[in-house]
């Protein structure tokens, strides 16, 4: 004869109960796995970056003092070109970037497309605000319509002795930039952003790393917007946007000749507060 098991079955209450109380703790817990998990990411792209930036001084030294310059036509330009001799490592350029191609080398020169890290051509990128000269075109004539044929523009890089703030100008930084690198503040640095229009969406939850012209590296808090058609991305203090993107907040730069920009010659720091001159709209967090 079978005799009954003392053990009794769950109630579909009980199992309701327990249920719930698995969606409670993982509600809770999820954020702070994703927080963490975000967290060695900016870990990583820090080492990345300061590495980088160690490349960069060892550059400068062995080069006049001088900066890497940018030219246009091809990769050969870039600092990811630039610098290779020095990291002898290009994966450190594509990490966390959601849509990037990853860096490879072929025939012994870097081959990249959409990666992390970008070079801080300046807050236009060709008005010599921040690690390059104002660009010129090879053959000495107009910038406007310089091509191919006529040797190709180039920004030459900067001189350690042009640089007011080297501690607070930034040098590399993370951006969605493509297919030429670079943090620039207007429309460039957003290119191929997937994150809408929230602060909270760039990178590392609303911070991006950068390397400074000092060698150290650091992150920092940034915020997207719109202003006059444009896109505009800039760290959220405006005093580290100054500093950042200026190598002398005093000098006189000479912004390209585009719509809604002032014409001549202006200073680096007025020219960075185009944005809010302009009715820039900010995102949310």
């Not at 490349?55 to 400068?60: D, E, L, S, T, W």
Request: proline share 5%; glycine share 12%.
């Amino acid at each position: 004869m079978r005799q009954k098991s003392n053990i009794s079955a769950f109630t579909l209450i009980e199992l309701l109960v327990v249920i719930a109380i698995i969606a409670i703790l993982a509600a809770i817990l999820f954020p702070v796995f994703t927080q963490a998990k975000a967290s060695a990411k900016k870990t990583t792209a820090l080492s990345n970056m300061k590495q980088i930036g160690t490349a960069a001084m060892i550059y400068v030294a062995d080069n006049d003092d001088l900066f890497p310059s940018v030219y246009d036509g091809g990769n050969g330009g870039d600092p990811i070109t630039t610098l290779y001799p020095y990291t002898k490592n290009v994966s450190m350029w594509s990490q966390f970037r959601q849509n990037k191609d990853n860096a490879t080398v072929v025939n012994g020169q870097p081959s990249y497309g959409n990666n992390d890290i970008g070079y801080n051509w300046g807050w236009e990128i060709r008005g010599a605000e921040a690690m390059l000269n104002e660009e010129r075109c090879a053959d000495g004539g107009a910038v406007v319509g310089c091509g191919a044929s006529r040797g190709g523009r180039f920004n030459a890089g900067k001189s350690n002795t042009q640089l007011v703030n080297p501690a607070e100008l930034i040098a590399f930084g993370n951006t969605y930039d493509t297919p030429r690198q670079t943090i620039g503040g207007i429309d460039w640095f957003f290119d191929d952003y997937p994150g809408g229009n929230k602060n909270s969406n760039i990178y590392f939850g609303g911070q991006v790393t950068h390397v400074y012209a000092d060698g150290h590296a650091k992150a920092v808090a940034y915020k997207g917007g719109t202003s006059g058609g444009s896109r505009i991305a800039t760290p959220k203090n405006f005093d580290l946007r100054v500093k950042g993107y200026c190598a002398d907040p005093d000098a006189l730069i000479h912004p390209f000749p585009r719509s809604g920009f002032p014409l001549g010659y202006i200073a680096c720091k007025t020219f960075v507060a185009f944005p809010e001159a302009n009715g820039v709209v900010w995102w949310q967090d």
